[in-house]
């Protein structure tokens, strides 16, 4: 009868995720995360106490699914196991994981390049607002987010650059140094 008694009373991931829903107030992310708990957490670790968790495990699991999902959605599963764990020690539940969780690295960083013409018709729709404060700004916002801009020094040599600060008919500066525009 103790033995079962011990076994209700125990603070496995299913119950501390019960818990933790039941003290956050409805939301489309707490959805979410229901979901998320139900597909990859749970089938794994529900039964399971934080303490009966191993490093192993977080990273079997890590690397199991970074071959079928992309990292941030491993991230965000890793992530939930970490709230999930703090809230039962800042709840005083149960001790919380007592090892780091190596999280994925996510990489969401989104480029899209104009194409030449593209390029030709935005600065050929700026250069028609001559007086415009707005085409001025235009110019320095796309001519700032370029990367690895190269120009020839006076000695013929190759300039690249880093980040553009302002840019106009004959000249370039940039972080500091004036450079002369050659056509």
């Known amino acids: 009868m103790t033995e079962k008694l011990e076994k209700d009373n ?9 818990e933790y829903k039941s003290r956050k107030p409805y939301s489309k992310s707490l959805s979410i995360d229901d979901s998320r708990y139900n597909k990859y957490i749970q ?10 968790i191993s490093q192993f495990e977080i990273d079997k ?6 071959k079928k999902k992309k990292p941030q959605t491993v991230k965000h599963v890793l992530a939930q ?14 001790e919380d994981i007592s090892f780091h ?4 690295r996510v990489n969401n960083i989104k480029t899209e390049d104009l194409s030449p013409t593209q390029l030709q018709t935005l600065l050929d729709a700026i250069e028609l607002e001559k007086d415009n404060p707005a085409a001025d700004m235009m110019k320095i916002a ?13 000695n013929g040599k190759m300039l690249i ?8 008919e004959t000249q370039l500066i940039m972080k500091g140094q004036k450079v002369e525009k050659t056509r």
């Open 10 to 18: 125990r603070w496995t991931f299913d119950r501390l995720w019960q």
């Open 43 to 52: 089938p794994l670790f529900g039964y399971k106490t934080i303490r009966e």
């Open 61 to 66: 699991l890590r690397i199991n699914l970074l």
């Open 81 to 94: 196991i970490v709230r999930i764990s703090n809230f039962a020690g800042k709840k005083n539940l149960c």
């Open 101 to 104: 969780i190596e999280m994925p």
């Open 142 to 154: 796309l001519f700032r987010v370029c990367a690895g801009v190269k120009f020839l020094n006076s």
């Open 161 to 168: 650059f880093k980040e553009v600060l302002f840019i106009s």
